[in-house]
């Protein structure tokens, strides 16, 4: 995940987990994405951030698809989050990190520079890029 800052104009990286229906096989690579319900993949396209709250995998950030490939990401709860799975130190040992069931999951220790930098009405995109 990039995050840019207009107006600074830096870039800053972090590691993002892609959903497990994006790489059914665990390579390390997203394959495909889907806006199917239990398809547990990752949506593309464009989200606008939604409110701060504390569910299940603690503080995250919920997200509002606005396209229609990600048009079912409220319903499917498809948010920012942080995960046990998602760390440097695991990208080192194993060559690849966690997948999430189709969320944003991020470090631990990456969640809260995410979630100051998005905070409410910022704009997400999602895409595979070209490899």
């Known amino acids: 995940m990039y995050l840019v ?16 229906g994006s790489d059914p096989h665990y390579t390390g690579w997203l394959i495909r994405f889907s806006n199917t319900p239990g398809s547990l993949a990752t949506s593309a396209g ?13 503080h995250s950030l919920r997200l509002q698809g606005l396209d229609r490939t990600n048009s ?3 319903d ?7 995960a046990w799975y998602v ?6 040992s194993t060559g690849k990190i966690g997948r999430s069931d189709g969320c944003f ?24 890029l070209a490899t």
């Open 5 to 20: 800052d207009l107006q600074r104009q830096a870039v800053h990286s972090v590691l993002v987990a892609h959903g497990l």
């Open 72 to 74: 079912n990401a409220e």
């Open 87 to 92: 760390s440097q130190e695991r990208a080192l």
């Open 46 to 58: 464009g989200y606008v951030t939604g409110p701060a709250y504390t569910g299940e995998h603690g």
């Open 76 to 82: 499917r709860d498809i948010v920012i989050h942080s």
């Open 105 to 128: 999951a991020v470090a631990q220790t990456s969640l809260e520079q995410v979630l100051d930098h998005l905070g409410t009405g910022r704009f997400l995109y999602a895409e595979k």
